[in-house]
């Protein structure tokens, strides 16, 4: 019998991988259908982008207080529970409609409230949970194989959601999204209590207390140089970045005219080369300093975005698409590494602090390219994006 060598080896970091990319695979099959919906509702790319800006509020408002409280938390109770509310809140959109209370309104408070519990998951699975189920030296792997399974979640999802799209309607899918979390709920239910964290000395938990915890992660993350460089690099290149996966389905649906299963299957194939993206990486840094690794890749992903905005062939935006998420996807599995470093008894707060200054840019980002799409076009919004990362590897280089 073969022998797994590096991070798979160890049986919950394998099965949290397989319960990750089942539940990865009901949020892609969600991400499509919710603005896909809304601009069948609409036809404004606006609109589309507020419910990116809707879903990204949440890390601003509940970023910093969910990184103190998970410090104090089981992470395995709190997967369970986020699992469980995302499927209840997907389920009452197709709800919605048999009800006959489903609105434009509805979908964007439903979206919110799906954004407050990513806040919840994200923070626990990417600094908390990966970093105790691996040795610290296997981090870069493990992470590349975390963000493998996402990225494979990518290739199936779109397909699944443009194909049940196309099928059923965009709200009839939603049941689709909300039973792919099933499975994941129950290998979530199954893990040891190797995820538990013991709060040991922790102070009783007050409001003062959560408040002075919070402020201990803003003043951690300033005090680290290399935290607080991360985040500017970061801040910039998100600005241009987050919103592009709503431009780019306004592109393909609203100026190309594409039917869904086409635009399902064109942002698979870009998924599929995020998979092969996610498996190089480690690879790609060896011999070699992670800062240069980060600015490099920071750069190709600045170009690859700007490149597009000099055609007008479907094809080749997608194709520019890709180039800038494969670029960008080695970047963030570099930049884990040194928030997953963060002491033990603080790394929540600190990641939950870090994230709520990057997502106030995350949440600018879909309002700022539609605004450019609006008073000029498509095209000076993907050059404005590129503009934004390649500045973003400059200001890495200088630091």
């Known amino acids: 019998m073969a022998v797994l060598r590096g991070p798979l080896r160890h049986r919950w970091f394998a099965t949290f991988i397989g319960a990750h990319g089942l539940g990865s695979v009901a949020n892609e099959v969600a991400r499509l259908a919710l603005p896909l919906l809304i601009l069948d509702l609409t036809h404004s790319i606006a609109a589309a982008a507020l419910l990116r800006v809707v879903q990204s509020i949440p890390y601003i408002l509940f970023g910093a207080p969910a990184g103190a409280l998970i410090d104090r938390a089981d992470k395995r109770r709190l997967l369970i529970a986020c699992d469980a509310a995302s499927a209840l809140l997907t389920i009452t959109i197709p709800l919605s409609a048999i ?86 709920l129950a290998l979530y239910w199954r893990m040891p209590p190797l995820l538990e964290h013991d709060p040991g000395d922790r102070q009783p938990l007050t409001a003062a207390n959560v408040a002075r ?17 991360l985040l500017v690099v970061m801040s910039l290149a998100n600005l241009g970045g987050v919103g592009l996966r709503t431009l780019i389905l306004y592109v393909l649906q609203e100026e190309e005219h594409l039917d869904e299963i086409t635009i399902g299957v064109a942002l698979s194939l870009s998924g599929l080369a995020l998979v092969v993206s996610s498996v190089l990486a480690p690879r790609l840094t ?72 990057v997502l106030i840019s995350n949440s600018a980002s879909p309002a700022v390219l539609s605004a450019i799409v609006v008073a000029a076009s498509s095209a000076a919004a993907f050059a404005v994006a590129g503009g934004l990362t390649i500045a973003s590897a400059a200001v890495g280089a200088c630091t």
């Open 213 to 229: 915890e919070i402020g201990d992660g803003f003043v951690y993350v300033w005090r680290d140089p290399v935290l607080r460089s």
């Open 99 to 184: 009800l006959g209370f489903f609105s434009i309104e509805f979908l964007y408070v439903v979206g919110f409230l799906l954004g407050t519990v990513e806040v919840l998951w994200g923070v626990t699975t990417d600094f908390s949970v990966v970093p105790a189920l691996v040795d610290e030296d296997e981090l870069t792997d493990a992470n590349a194989i975390f963000f493998g399974a996402d990225r494979l979640a990518r290739v199936i999802g779109p397909a699944v959601g443009g194909f049940a799209i196309a099928a059923v309607g965009s709200v009839s899918a939603m049941w689709i999204a909300a039973l792919a979390f099933l499975p994941t």
């Open 286 to 357: 060896r011999g070699r300093p992670m800062g240069h690794s980060m600015i490099g890749s920071a750069l190709i992903a600045g170009l690859a975005a700007a490149a597009t905005a000099f055609t007008g062939d479907w094809r080749l935006i997608a194709a520019g698409f890709t180039a800038r998420e494969i670029a960008w996807q080695a970047f963030i599995i570099y930049a884990f590494i040194p928030r997953q470093r963060v002491p033990a008894r603080v790394r929540g707060r600190a990641n939950g602090a870090f994230r709520t200054i």
